[in-house]
């Protein structure tokens, strides 16, 4: 399945398993970010439960109807993130 990703205009999908299909369906939420992430170099960020000062978004669950894996290999991967882009 290939996805196209524009910020801002791009909808989340979720992914069902329905009679053996995999279905994609769109949900309300609109991408307004995309996230790389290289694990050599986001260990902390990505990889600890433990809180930082310094990373805004660990020490708590992520919502997962406003982030949708896009794609990945043995070290890194991609996230479309609906949210704010005028929040900090």
């Not at 801002?8 to 992914?15: P, R, V, Y």
């Amino acid at each position: 399945m290939h996805r196209y990703n524009v910020a801002g205009e791009t909808k989340i999908n979720q992914l069902k398993f329905i009679n053996g299909k995999v279905i994609s369906q769109d949900t309300d939420h609109i991408m307004t970010h995309l996230l790389t992430l290289d694990f050599n170099c986001q260990y902390p960020s990505v990889m600890s439960s433990e809180p930082h000062k310094f990373i805004k978004y660990s020490g708590g669950p992520f919502d997962m109807n406003r982030i949708h894996y896009i794609c990945g290999d043995t070290d890194s991967m991609t996230w479309a993130i609906s949210g704010n882009p005028e929040a900090e």
